[in-house]
Nanobody
Framework: QVQLVESGGGLVQPGGSLRLSCAAS????????MGWYRQAPGKQRELIAQ?????????NYIDSVKGRFTISRDNAKNTVYLQMNNLKPEDTAVYYC??????????WGQGTQVTVSS
């Protein structure tokens, strides 16, 4: 069983920044998909940022976070990051990471709470 441990969440004022980390117990260098999702109270979990590895590395974001959030990975540390800048109250949610390895093995992190409030 692979473990993904998230950290970096917390309370931040509007306009502030946070960096979320997702540390994997397995090498992520062979991972084909890495994503950050979030789930706000009463809403469905949504994919907000992703890295896909096919013939190259591609990142994608939903419109509401484009230009503010950056997903990245450090294969040496087996960690996926989400840098979040210019945070807004509507970014408040539980954030989850997900990594998919070849063979269809995908795992979720436990979630980390991000609260944006003054």
């Amino acid at each position: 069983q692979v473990q993904l441990v998230e950290s970096g969440g917390g309370l931040v004022q509007p306009g502030g920044s946070l960096r979320l980390s997702c540390a994997a117990s397995r090498s992520i260098s062979s991972g084909s998909f890495m994503g950050w999702y979030r789930q706000a109270p009463g809403k469905q979990r949504e994919l907000i940022a992703q890295i896909t590895v096919t013939r190259g590395l591609t990142t994608n974001y939903i419109d509401s976070v484009k230009g503010r959030f950056t997903i990245s990975r450090d294969n040496a540390k087996n960690t996926v990051y989400l840098q979040m800048n210019n945070l807004k109250p509507e970014d408040t949610a539980v954030y989850y990471c997900y990594v998919l390895w070849p063979g269809g093995e995908g795992f979720w992190g436990q979630g980390t709470q991000v609260t944006v409030s003054s």
